[in-house]
């Protein structure tokens, strides 16, 4: 089964400095992966996704995240934390079900606080 | 189009009681998933169509669940016999491409409370 797992429940980090929210990731194969910002009493909204090609991936908000092969990694960065930052984040893998097709797992998230 | 719809936002009902769940995707989206999350937890998949098809619903988590999406477009989860257990919130995503190259659209959820 391919899975995510977030080793921090939550991040704090002062607004202006740089933040880094940890994924990894165990897949057979090449991995498909993603990150999603929950804000409170918000839906899922997507961020970035990696699939193939630079191991830099730039996505929505000024965030960015970097897959590494060798460390089974892709944490999610931003150069200048905002206080509007705050939120869950979630890293997710694409799983393939029977023969049916795709969907995402999730890790558990982290939460993101960034004081003024 | 005001993306992914789901109602009601918020169920509250007795131990026991039926409860059924509708989404509403972007309109052009064929592919539309389920998922659940409970408190500190991420979302967990429960069930996936492409088209009016359910192509998978191994996941759901017993038999008192059920989905339905009858014309391929808006879908029903339905919850038979509530449990306590089962408050939480339930996800509907939908996508047009698929996870090939695509991502998955959320909407805000419907938060279930079984008393």
């Known amino acids: 089964a391919q899975s995510v797992a977030q080793p921090e429940d939550q991040v704090n980090v002062a607004e202006g400095n740089p933040l880094t929210v940890k994924c990894t990731y165990s897949?057979?194969?090449?991995?498909?992966l993603f990150w999603y910002v929950q804000y409170p009493n918000r839906g899922l909204q997507f961020l970035l996704k990696?699939?193939?090609?630079?191991?830099l991936v730039k996505g929505s908000y000024g965030f960015e995240a970097e897959f590494n092969k060798s460390q089974t990694s892709f944490h999610l960065k931003k150069p200048s934390a905002l206080v509007s930052d705050s939120a869950l984040y979630f890293c997710?893998?694409?799983?393939?079900?029977?023969?049916?097709?795709?969907?995402?797992?999730f890790g558990k998230g982290t939460s993101l606080l960034v004081t003024p | 189009d005001t993306g992914v719809s789901q109602d009601p936002r918020h169920k509250i009902t007795k131990r026991g009681q039926n409860v059924t769940f509708r989404c509403d995707p972007i309109?052009?989206?064929?592919?539309l998933y389920w998922y659940r999350q409970t408190l500190g937890q991420g979302p967990e998949f429960l069930t996936y169509f492409q088209n009016e098809a359910q192509l998978e619903k191994s996941r759901l988590l017993s038999d008192r669940f059920s989905a339905e999406r009858p014309k391929g477009s808006f879908s029903t989860l339905e919850i038979q016999r509530t449990e306590q257990g089962d408050s939480a919130m339930y996800l509907c995503?939908?996508?047009?491409?698929?996870?090939?190259?695509?991502?998955?659209?959320f909407g805000e959820g419907s938060r279930l409370t079984v008393l």
């Open positions: 897949v057979s194969g090449n991995p498909y």
């Open positions: 997710a893998v694409r799983e393939r079900y029977s023969n049916s097709g795709y969907a995402l797992n």
């Open positions: 995503a939908s996508s047009s491409r698929g996870l090939n190259t695509g991502e998955l659209f």
């Open positions: 309109s052009e989206h064929n592919r």
């Open positions: 990696y699939i193939t090609g630079d191991n």
